[in-house]
Protein backbone atom coordinates (compact mmCIF):
# COMPACT_ATOMS: atom_id res chain seq x y z
CA UNK A 1 0.00 0.00 0.00
CA UNK A 2 1.16 3.35 -0.87
CA UNK A 3 1.30 5.62 1.70
CA UNK A 4 -0.01 9.45 1.80
CA UNK A 5 4.04 10.60 2.08
CA UNK A 6 4.68 8.20 -1.38
CA UNK A 7 1.74 10.13 -2.83
CA UNK A 8 2.77 13.86 -2.54
CA UNK A 9 6.69 13.00 -2.88
CA UNK A 10 5.46 11.32 -6.73
CA UNK A 11 3.01 14.38 -7.04
CA UNK A 12 6.22 16.88 -6.52
CA UNK A 13 8.28 14.64 -8.87
CA UNK A 14 6.08 15.16 -11.57
CA UNK A 15 5.93 18.56 -10.96
CA UNK A 16 9.70 18.78 -11.13
CA UNK A 17 10.54 15.97 -13.46
CA UNK A 18 8.27 17.18 -16.21
CA UNK A 19 10.62 19.44 -17.79
CA UNK A 20 12.09 15.89 -18.84
CA UNK A 21 9.39 14.26 -20.35
CA UNK A 22 9.76 14.28 -23.89
CA UNK A 23 13.38 12.84 -23.65
CA UNK A 24 11.89 10.14 -21.59
CA UNK A 25 9.10 9.27 -24.08
CA UNK A 26 11.95 9.10 -27.21
CA UNK A 27 14.05 7.22 -25.15
CA UNK A 28 17.03 9.61 -25.60
CA UNK A 29 16.96 10.74 -21.50
CA UNK A 30 18.88 7.73 -21.08
CA UNK A 31 21.72 8.12 -23.33
CA UNK A 32 21.89 12.05 -22.67
CA UNK A 33 23.72 11.76 -19.28
CA UNK A 34 24.08 15.02 -18.42
CA UNK A 35 20.20 15.42 -18.40
CA UNK A 36 19.82 11.97 -16.74
CA UNK A 37 21.91 13.08 -13.82
CA UNK A 38 20.35 16.51 -13.61
CA UNK A 39 16.76 14.81 -13.60
CA UNK A 40 18.37 12.52 -10.92
CA UNK A 41 19.86 15.26 -8.92
CA UNK A 42 16.30 17.06 -8.80
CA UNK A 43 14.39 14.15 -7.85
CA UNK A 44 17.15 13.78 -5.10
CA UNK A 45 16.86 17.07 -3.71
CA UNK A 46 12.79 16.59 -3.33
CA UNK A 47 13.51 13.09 -1.66
CA UNK A 48 16.33 13.97 0.90
CA UNK A 49 14.51 15.37 3.60
CA UNK A 50 12.72 11.88 4.12
CA UNK A 51 15.31 9.17 2.33
CA UNK A 52 16.02 7.06 5.67
CA UNK A 53 12.12 5.57 4.91
CA UNK A 54 13.20 5.35 1.31
CA UNK A 55 16.82 3.89 1.78
CA UNK A 56 17.32 1.04 -0.71
CA UNK A 57 17.05 0.78 -4.06
CA UNK A 58 13.79 -1.14 -4.33
CA UNK A 59 11.62 1.57 -2.62
CA UNK A 60 13.09 4.25 -4.70
CA UNK A 61 11.87 2.23 -7.76
CA UNK A 62 9.09 1.89 -6.74
CA UNK A 63 8.38 5.69 -6.32
CA UNK A 64 9.92 6.50 -9.29
CA UNK A 65 6.94 4.21 -11.28
CA UNK A 66 4.23 6.58 -9.53
CA UNK A 67 5.68 9.48 -12.11
CA UNK A 68 4.71 9.50 -15.28
CA UNK A 69 8.26 10.31 -16.08
CA UNK A 70 9.20 6.79 -15.12
CA UNK A 71 6.11 4.73 -15.62
CA UNK A 72 6.68 2.00 -17.66
CA UNK A 73 9.68 2.41 -18.25
CA UNK A 74 11.25 -0.07 -16.49
CA UNK A 75 15.42 0.84 -17.67
CA UNK A 76 14.56 4.33 -16.92
CA UNK A 77 12.91 3.53 -13.48
CA UNK A 78 16.07 1.15 -12.63
CA UNK A 79 18.75 4.22 -13.42
CA UNK A 80 17.18 6.85 -11.96
CA UNK A 81 16.81 4.76 -8.41
CA UNK A 82 20.44 3.82 -8.86
CA UNK A 83 21.58 7.94 -9.48
CA UNK A 84 19.39 8.66 -6.45
CA UNK A 85 20.47 5.98 -4.42
CA UNK A 86 24.12 7.15 -5.06
CA UNK A 87 23.44 10.83 -4.55
CA UNK A 88 21.85 10.51 -1.31
CA UNK A 89 24.40 7.90 0.15
CA UNK A 90 26.97 10.45 -0.50
CA UNK A 91 24.73 13.59 0.98
CA UNK A 92 23.81 11.10 4.17
CA UNK A 93 25.43 8.16 4.31
CA UNK A 94 23.02 5.52 3.50
CA UNK A 95 23.65 1.90 3.32
Partial sequence: ????????????????????????ADGSLLTDEMSLRAAAYMASEIIQPCCCM???????????NGTSLCCQRPVLTKRMAELIYDDLARCNGLG
Fill in 54 to 64: LCNKEKLAQLL
Fill in 1 to 24: MVGVLEKQLALALDKRLAVFAGKA
